[in-house]
């Protein structure tokens, strides 16, 4: 009545096969008079130090209970697709701490690729093409999320890379490209200043580039005065106003 004849991808966890999902089976496909379920998606258990979680235990999570505690959902997202459906995920919260950092970086180093320019697409089919070759081989989304890490630090445009997160992401729904921008906003950082400081990092690389050292800390002075700090970093140039 309510979810139709068919049903393409029907979840549950690995306890649920037999007998559950086996009966559901059973009885749905007599009733039918024909094939019910596509596809069977068993997703293996999130334990803590103790095991399994579960509700008849107290000790499950909800998202609600991460956004109270001060995490970003899809923080938690990132971490449960960085593991394969099929194995057992275990949970802490200082794991989550480390993914909260992972994701802001990640996220960081999107925001700040400039969008102009041609896009290669010869790389953007390459990158495309790992990325649904993970997901093609059993939903591996641990493989993806390499795919899109090595993307990341591949010799190609940023263009390039900005329009291949933008694919990325209508699958892997982590607002790659939006997040940075908005906690720059709720942070007081407005767009048009982060362009304006992105471009003055981007000319003081080139001068760095050609030697033009006088030319680079020139562009580091300008900076200052209107209040934003670089760091020059392992991870490349970071900026903060203060």
Same mark, same amino acid.
């Given at each position: ?18 007998? #559950? ?20 998606? #068993?997703?293996? #258990?999130?334990?803590? /130090?103790?095991?399994?979680? =579960? ?27 960085? =593991? ?7 949970? =802490? ?7 909260? +950092? ?5 996220? /960081? ?49 940023? %263009?390039?890379?900005?329009?291949? +997160? ?6 892997? =729904? ?6 940075? %921008? ?8 407005? %767009? ?12 003081? /690389? +080139? ?7 006088? /030319?680079?800390?020139?562009?580091? %002075? ?21």
């Amino acid at each position: 009545k309510h979810l139709g004849e068919y049903m393409d991808i029907h979840c549950g966890g690995v306890d649920n096969i037999f007998p #559950h999902h086996t009966n559901e089976i059973a009885q749905s496909e007599s009733y039918l008079g024909h094939k019910w379920c596509n596809y069977w998606f #068993h997703v293996h #258990h999130l334990n803590d /130090k103790s095991g399994k979680m =579960s509700k008849s235990k107290g000790d499950f999570l909800t998202v609600s209970l991460l956004e109270e505690k001060g995490y970003d959902p899809l923080v938690y997202r990132l971490f449960c697709l960085q =593991s394969h459906y099929r194995k057992p995920l275990e949970f =802490s919260y200082e794991v989550l701490d480390n993914m909260s +950092a992972a994701y802001d970086k990640l996220v /960081k180093k999107i925001g700040s690729l400039q969008q102009d320019g041609e896009v290669d697409q010869n790389a953007f089919k390459e990158y495309r093409d790992k990325f649904e070759a993970a997901l093609c081989d059993d939903l591996n989304t641990s493989m993806a999320i390499t795919v899109l890490y090595d993307m990341l630090k591949a010799d190609i445009s940023d %263009a390039t890379k900005y329009a291949l +997160a933008e694919s990325f992401d209508e699958v892997l =729904s982590l607002n790659l490209t939006t997040a940075h %921008a908005a906690k720059q906003q709720d942070n007081g950082v407005d %767009a048009e200043l982060e362009t304006y400081v992105l471009a003055k990092i981007e000319e003081r /690389k +080139a001068a760095k580039k050609e030697k033009d050292f006088a /030319k680079a800390d020139a562009i580091r %002075a300008e900076l200052l005065e209107k209040g934003i700090v670089l760091e020059d970093t392992r991870e490349g140039v970071k900026w903060k106003k203060i």
